[in-house]
């Protein structure tokens, strides 16, 4: 499968206006239900079912990103990551506020302790989009504020534990921070000496390519710490020329990019889609790293595909791609010490 050639609304680089500067395009994000359906050219028939889901969790879509949807296509894979259902007001069984508990794991406010040899920091409660299988949909925001003050409290507990090796920067995602604020905060960290690596975990690079800049650029390529960041890519058609340059730009300060997927019905529970996103990822200088099954969180049950089906894609992929294009079908379990290999369990009949 080919993706859907688009024109991004403008380029990473050093060519941005001042209308068109990441954070222009962050502040302009389509934030209202009925505005992103006229946008993708869909009738208001889906208005009940997109104001509904709105009210749970809004709709946040930047320009950027919205250019890459197939207009008049409900079932468009990108506009199906974003768009708010009437099926995400049902309540599930097992479908959960906190998926992953990860409220067991916060010793300090904005900090999540759950492997080990590395924490999270929770670096902002903002994202540039949406996503509505998001696990951290409900997640208490309001109780872990990404400031200064907090980051001390952070910051030192890092400090005090010399078994921690890497800080992950997280949220929402780290990269709606200003770059003041994120240079400050990364030299905190390479201050650290047991500090070995920075990971950064963000989808802003894919949905405004522009925020790649010189700024961002000279606070990522200035510190010691081996430098990784891990893209969240679900789908080829989100991989346009604009996230093309803008990968080649963070691999030029030396950054290891990584990217991890959710499989979800409807959007690449394909193994044909799978395999061209590997392809696109690779071509964007990116390697596969993660596939995860859907996290339970409340919500998002229309978009789980069961293990099963999930295993067979997944061997269909090996046996179709290099190994080092076919991603590590995984799943997180509250309590784990790392993530779970679902590729590795036993097929049974109770498991189909």
Known sequence: MQPVQTISL?????????????????????????????????????????????????????????????????????????????????????????????????????LIHKYAARVLMITSGACAI???????????????????????????????????????????????????????????????????????????????????????????????????????????NEIDDSVMKACERLKGVGVTLLNQSVLLRGVNDNTEILAALSERLFEAGILPYYLHVLDPVAGAAHFDVPDHEARQLHEALRDRLPGFLVPRLVREIPGEQAKSPIEAWPVTPSSL
């Open 10 to 110: 403008s380029a990473a680089g050093n060519d941005s206006t001042p209308e068109q500067s990441w954070q222009s395009q962050l502040s302009g994000a389509l934030r209202d239900p009925k505005a992103l359906l006229a946008a993708v050219g869909l009738d208001e028939r889906w208005l009940p079912g997109a104001e509904g889901g709105h009210h749970a969790f809004e709709v946040r879509v930047p320009q950027a990103y919205l250019s890459r949807i197939q207009k008049g296509n409900p079932n468009d894979p990108l506009l199906r990551q974003v768009l708010p259902l009437e099926s995400e007001m049902h309540t599930v069984a097992g479908y959960v506020t906190d998926p992953l508990e990860e409220a067991d794991h916060t010793p300090v406010a904005g």
């Open 130 to 236: 949406n996503c509505r299988y998001c696990f951290r949909r409900h997640f208490p925001y309001e109780d872990h504020a990404a400031s200064r003050a907090q980051w001390g409290k952070t910051l030192d507990y890092l400090r005090h534990d010399d078994s921690l090796i890497e800080a992950i920067l997280s949220g929402g995602d780290p990269l709606v921070s200003s770059d003041a604020r994120l240079s400050w905060l990364v030299g905190e960290l390479d201050a650290i000496p047991h500090l070995k690596r920075l990971r950064l975990h963000t989808r802003l690079p894919v949905v405004i390519p522009d925020r790649v800049d010189d700024a961002m650029l000279e606070w990522l390529g200035a510190t010691r710490l081996q430098k990784v960041i891990v893209l969240h890519i679900n789908h080829a």
